[in-house]
C-alpha cells in the first residue's frame, strides 16, 4: 500500500511505537483526517494509532529502509492538575494569551477565569510569567507583583502537546496613527473635558484607514496597536482626545518610552508587522528590532498594499512569514 505519510506525519508515527502519539496539532488533525489516529484521554499523547496507521507507517518504514533517523519530538510534558491544565489551555485559546484572574475582564463577563492559587502554580512552573515595569529594580515575580501572567514558550509547548492547540507566538500589528482626527469632543455641563474617543475611531484619514483595513484582516483587535506621536503604543480601546502633535515636536513620545511600552506589551515575544511610514518605523525598531515593516513607496502605493493584504491570504501569510524569520534571528543574536 502507498503510505501516504508527511514527513511531519512520519516523525510523529515513527517516534511513538505504543501507538499513543503526541505532536504539532495541523499534523496531528491531517492524521486524524486520514484515519491514522483517534483523539486518546490517557496519558503519554494525546492520540492513538489506528490500524490504519500502523499500516501506514510498516509501509513508510518498509517504502525508506536507508532512512536517515528522524529527529526526535519533544516529549509530552507530565500532565498538570486540572484547574492547572485548564488555565494554560484557556490562555492558550485566547489572542493575548492571558492567564485570566480575578482581575481579567473575564470575570466580570462571566466567562472562565482562576484563582490566585492556580496561577501562582502555573507561574512557579514557567508555564506562566509576568512582563516587566520601566520601576522594576531587577528580575520581578508574580508572588511579589500580582501582575497579569501571560504564557510563555513552554506555555504553549504544553498546549501544544496536551490540548492538540496550535498556539504560536502572538501576532501583533502596530500601525501608524493619522493627523486628521475626530473634533474635539469638548467639555461637559460642568465644564470638565470630555473623555475623548477609543483609540481605533480616532484617526479618520484615508491612509490611516486602509493601514487599520489591513490590519484588522491580519490579526484580532486585541493585537492591534497604534503609534502615536504623543502617547506611543496604544490599544484601539483606549480613549484619547485629539491632538496636534507630530514626532518632531517636543512633547512626542520618546524612544526610551516606547522602550518600556514595548517590553511591557512583550513584544520581544511576539512577531510584529508595522504599517506605516519611515519615521515611526524607525522610533520603533530599537525597542523592537525584529519588527518587519513590509509597506515600501509614498501613501497611494501602500494604501495599494494593505489593499492587497487585505483581500489576500497568501499575502496576510507571507509577511507573517517574515516577521517570523525576523523574531528567530534575532532571538538567535
Known amino acids: 500500500m502507498s503510505h501516504g505519510l508527511s514527513p511531519t506525519g512520519a516523525r510523529i508515527l515513527n517516534t511513538?511505537?505504543?501507538?499513543?502519539?503526541?505532536?504539532?496539532?495541523?499534523?496531528?488533525?491531517?492524521?486524524?483526517?486520514?484515519?491514522?489516529?483517534?483523539?486518546?484521554?490517557?496519558?503519554?499523547?494525546?492520540?492513538?494509532?489506528?490500524?490504519?496507521?500502523?499500516e501506514a507507517l510498516e509501509a513508510w518504514r518498509q517504502a525508506t529502509p536507508g532512512r536517515s533517523p528522524l529527529p526526535e519530538l519533544p516529549s509530552v510534558p507530565p500532565k498538570l492538575p486540572a484547574r492547572q491544565h485548564d488555565a494554560v489551555l484557556t490562555a492558550a485559546r485566547r489572542p493575548d494569551q492571558n492567564v485570566p484572574g480575578r482581575d481579567d475582564p473575564a470575570y466580570w463577563a462571566g466567562e472562565t477565569w482562576f484563582r490566585s492559587s492556580t496561577l501562582r502554580k502555573i507561574a512557579a512552573i514557567g508555564y506562566a510569567a509576568i512582563r516587566p515595569e520601566p520601576y522594576d529594580q531587577g528580575p520581578a515575580t508574580w508572588e511579589e507583583t500580582g501582575r497579569p501572567l501571560y504564557l510563555t514558550e513552554a506555555g504553549r509547548e504544553y498546549a501544544r502537546q496536551r490540548g492538540n492547540i496550535d498556539v504560536r507566538r502572538r501576532r501583533v500589528v502596530v500601525i501608524a496613527c493619522g493627523e486628521k482626527k475626530l473634533p474635539d469632543p469638548g467639555v461637559d455641563e460642568y465644564g470638565h473635558?470630555?473623555?475623548?474617543?477609543?483609540?481605533?475611531?480616532?484617526?479618520?484619514?484615508?491612509?490611516?484607514?486602509?493601514?487599520?483595513?489591513?490590519?484588522?484582516?491580519?490579526?484580532?483587535?486585541?493585537?492591534?496597536?497604534?503609534?502615536?506621536?504623543?502617547?506611543?503604543?496604544?490599544?484601539?480601546?483606549?480613549?484619547?482626545?485629539?491632538?496636534?502633535?507630530?514626532?518632531?515636536?517636543?512633547?512626542?513620545?520618546?524612544?526610551?518610552?516606547?522602550?518600556?511600552?514595548?517590553?511591557?506589551?512583550?513584544?520581544?515575544?511576539?512577531?510584529?508587522?508595522?504599517?506605516?511610514?519611515?519615521?515611526?518605523?524607525?522610533?520603533l525598531l530599537p525597542s523592537v528590532p525584529h519588527l518587519y515593516a513590509p509597506l515600501a513607496g509614498g501613501m497611494g502605493d501602500q494604501r495599494g498594499q494593505c489593499a492587497r493584504a487585505r483581500e489576500d491570504a497568501d499575502v496576510r501569510e507571507a509577511w507573517w512569514k517574515k516577521a517570523a524569520v525576523l523574531h528567530d534571528e534575532h532571538a538567535a543574536c
Open 193 to 283: 473635558p470630555l473623555p475623548g474617543y477609543p483609540a481605533g475611531e480616532l484617526y479618520i484619514g484615508d491612509y490611516h484607514r486602509s493601514l487599520r483595513g489591513a490590519a484588522d484582516a491580519l490579526t484580532d483587535q486585541k493585537l492591534i496597536f497604534i503609534a502615536s506621536a504623543l502617547h506611543g503604543l496604544v490599544p484601539l480601546d483606549r480613549r484619547l482626545r485629539p491632538y496636534d502633535v507630530t514626532l518632531r515636536d517636543e512633547r512626542a513620545i520618546t524612544p526610551e518610552k516606547i522602550g518600556w511600552q514595548a517590553a511591557r506589551l512583550g513584544l520581544d515575544d511576539a512577531d510584529v508587522v508595522f504599517l506605516g511610514g519611515q519615521d515611526y518605523a524607525a522610533l
Open 16 to 54: 511513538n511505537d505504543d501507538g499513543v502519539v503526541a505532536g504539532h496539532a495541523a499534523a496531528l488533525a491531517k492524521l486524524e483526517a486520514d484515519g491514522l489516529v483517534v483523539p486518546h484521554d490517557g496519558d503519554g499523547g494525546t492520540h492513538r494509532m489506528t490500524e490504519d496507521g500502523w
